[in-house]
């Protein structure tokens, strides 16, 4: 759908994204190795493609899932080295509570909640895209 209401959400959601990236990227500098095709952070244009992390969501129907539609949160750490299971909850976790206090600041019209949904976060919630205006 290319609606421009819906571009605007869009836009809106990934601003979130870019500062958790940016925030997981500071906080977790030098803990693991890049990736080795993974480009170093801040050589390209867009910070989904480089850099160890690269955090976003896909818009999900809902079908079997307890919280119905939503955007799924997707958390992915380029680098070859295991990360243990505790330091993947701290991140989903830190992920969950940045998210969170982001949309309260950039969608205060609407009630919107991250939440674990089966092995995954989930932001649900309001998601209608209000009126046109002329």
């Given at each position: 759908m290319?609606?421009?209401?819906?571009?605007?959400?869009?836009?809106?959601?990934?601003?979130i994204?870019?500062?958790v990236?940016?925030?997981?990227?500071?906080?977790?500098?030098?803990?693991?190795?890049?990736?080795?095709?993974?480009?170093?952070?801040?050589?390209?244009?867009n910070?989904?493609?480089?850099?160890?992390?690269?955090?976003?969501?896909?818009?999900?129907?809902?079908?079997?899932?307890?919280?119905?539609?939503?955007?799924v949160?997707?958390?992915?750490?380029?680098t070859?080295?295991?990360?243990?299971?505790?330091?993947?909850?701290?991140?989903?976790n830190e992920?969950?509570?940045?998210?969170?206090?982001?949309?309260?600041?950039?969608?205060?019209e609407r009630?919107?909640?991250?939440?674990?949904?089966?092995?995954?976060?989930?932001?649900?919630?309001d998601?209608?895209?209000?009126?046109?205006?002329?």
């Amino acid at each position: 759908m290319d609606h421009p209401l819906t571009r605007k959400w869009e836009e809106r959601l990934r601003s979130i994204f870019v500062g958790v990236d940016e925030f997981l990227e500071n906080e977790y500098a030098g803990c693991f190795p890049l990736h080795p095709n993974r480009p170093e952070r801040g050589t390209t244009g867009n910070v989904e493609m480089d850099g160890l992390f690269n955090v976003g969501a896909s818009f999900s129907a809902g079908y079997g899932s307890k919280l119905g539609r939503g955007w799924v949160v997707e958390i992915y750490l380029a680098t070859l080295t295991t990360v243990s299971k505790e330091i993947r909850l701290k991140i989903e976790n830190e992920v969950k509570d940045l998210i969170q206090k982001e949309l309260t600041l950039r969608f205060p019209e609407r009630e919107l909640r991250v939440e674990k949904d089966g092995n995954c976060l989930k932001i649900h919630g309001d998601m209608s895209l209000g009126e046109m205006h002329a």
